[in-house]
């Protein structure tokens, strides 16, 4: 089988094409992106006989499917703001898909992948993605689910690319209606920096506050559930604490509303030019800790009406330069882009099911997930208790 990596010289797919060559039989895995000599240098990097590139645009459909149409999986590692385009891309070219944000918009195309039968798994990374396997794994021992919160540390500079600078600028904007939480039967909007909680991350993170944020395991979730009676879901995250003090600082501004301002006759939004200062300073690019920390908290019964709490949480090799490969930022980018490949994977060797655009919950087994991220020294932990937290 063969798999392209769309978007492929950026800093997170290009760790999911790196573990595609370490853990997959796919015969070609192609570097597929808009700069050609990225690409190249990519798959130089990879250094890998079953490893190629192309230039690809996604604005150029009938080339963009011509170049698709030869791939049994594309990995979609595109922004956020292309992942409409992108998504349509693979159907109509009539292979399986797999991508990082899940933002809703893929769901469009379900029935174009159902009538291939094709397979398209929206929002498959560390989060969404793995934290939906941690939940689904916690919520298939219970018979009714009370509340599900899953939380996470997203440990990395605030721009160290383009698409990561995009992602903070559309999690915080004042007026994003997907910014909810499932309570009592309805989906609520609420602001940012709404329902703070603090989160107790495994160490070297640790207890830090946590605030809801816009991610698809609040939707996806809320369909996986909705035979259990689910009370309550929420999603929180944090950046490191530099990086919120300085968003929750340009949100009270008024800055996250991004309006137009003009200086020296050029118009453009202010929060545009913010983002890409950022993506040049130091102070954008860097940080001192690096690393992901997901913290999975379900509330239940269980079939004889015992009430318990799960709580999962997981752990990857130290960024301190200890571990080979995991120095740093790819401490992060790659806690991002393993997941990714490994969804490939499963999609490939047929350990997903059903066709159409689906949420990870309806397609991958947890186990199997889980599995796969221990083969690269990525663990998932897990507790249960009756003494159920307030």
């Known amino acids: 089988m063969k798999v392209i990596c769309l978007g492929g010289a950026g800093r997170i797919c290009r760790e999911a094409a790196l573990d595609l060559v370490q853990f997959s039989d796919f015969e070609t895995i192609t570097i597929a992106d808009f700069n050609k000599t990225e690409a190249d240098n990519v798959a130089a990097w990879l250094n890998d006989p079953r490893v190629d590139s192309v230039q690809i645009n996604v604005f150029d459909e009938e080339s963009a499917i011509a170049i698709l149409k030869n791939y049994d999986v594309v990995v979609d590692g595109t922004t956020i703001s292309l992942n409409r385009q992108s998504t349509k891309l693979i159907a109509e070219a009539g292979c399986s898909g797999i991508n990082l944000n899940g933002f809703g918009e893929e769901y469009e195309f379900d029935a174009v992948f159902k009538a291939k039968g094709k397979l398209f798994v929206p929002g498959f990374g560390m989060t969404p993605g793995t934290t939906n396997m941690m939940a689904k794994h916690a919520c298939d021992k219970l018979a009714k689910i009370k509340s599900v919160r899953v939380s996470h540390g997203s440990y990395r500079p605030v721009a160290f690319s383009k698409a990561i600078t995009e992602t903070t600028t559309y999690e915080y904007d004042p007026e994003l209606p997907g910014r909810v939480v499932w309570e009592n039967g309805q989906f609520i909007q609420v602001p940012p920096f709404a329902r703070p909680r603090m989160i107790n991350l495994p160490e070297p993170y640790g207890p830090n506050l946590q605030y809801i944020i816009p991610h698809a395991e609040t939707v996806t979730l809320e369909e996986y559930l909705r035979d259990k009676g689910v009370g309550l879901i929420e999603v929180r995250g944090t950046w490191p604490q530099q990086n919120m003090r300085l968003v929750r600082a340009l949100f009270e501004y008024g800055f996250m509303r991004n309006e137009k301002i003009s200086m020296g006759g050029t118009e453009f939004g202010i929060m545009d030019a913010i983002g890409e200062y950022l993506q040049q300073c130091p102070e ?40 080979e490969g995991w120095e740093n ?62």
Not at 306 to 319: D, G, R
Not at 359 to 386: C, G, M, W, Y
């Open 284 to 323: 954008g690019k860097e940080t001192a800790l690096y690393g992901y920390s997901l913290h999975i908290e379900v509330i239940g019964t269980d079939d004889t009406g015992k009430e318990l709490c799960y709580v999962l949480t997981h752990t990857h090799p130290a960024s301190d330069g200890s571990v």
């Open 329 to 390: 930022l790819r401490a992060y980018t790659r806690n991002v882009a393993i997941p990714l490949s490994i969804g490939a994977i499963l999609i490939g060797s047929g350990k997903a099911m059903g066709t159409g655009a689906l949420i990870p919950e309806k397609v991958f087994n947890p186990q199997d997930v889980f599995d796969e991220l221990a083969k690269r020294q990525i663990f998932i932990h897990e507790t249960v208790s009756d003494q159920i937290p307030e």
